[in-house]
């Protein structure tokens, strides 16, 4: 299993649709006894959360964000962490709104101090 996500901030590779997250967003990780959260924000996203569960290398988890224009949105997420061979974590993500139309995959990895 890789490593816990606790204290780790990952940041979307590449930017999604417009007024989605993006590569400016940034997700601060947190993880205890199979729990994760996370809280969100850069780009479009004033704010956002998530949380679910961890069983493995599979997240399970739903999120809610509050984007610029005042719209919220959430919907569900499935991920599967990866290790890099740098050591740094990837999740690969498959994800469907809830509050609207639309599904996707998306891949974030950790931030380290020098990237961003």
Do not use: N
Request: aromatic residues 8%; negative net charge; contains cysteine.
């Amino acid at each position: 299993m890789a490593r816990s996500l606790d204290g780790l901030v990952l940041a979307p590779v590449a930017d999604q649709a417009p007024g989605q997250v993006g590569t400016r967003t940034r997700f601060a990780y947190h993880e205890q006894e199979g729990r994760i959260w996370a809280d969100y924000a850069g780009g479009d996203v004033v704010r956002g959360y998530l949380v679910g569960t961890r069983e493995g290398d599979r997240l399970d988890f739903r999120y809610v964000q509050l984007k610029q224009d005042g719209i919220t949105s959430s919907g569900h997420c499935v991920s599967t962490v990866v290790e890099l061979p740098d050591g740094r974590v990837r999740l690969e993500e498959s994800w469907e709104w809830e509050s609207q139309e639309g599904s996707g995959t998306s891949v974030v990895e950790q931030v380290t101090r020098h990237d961003g």
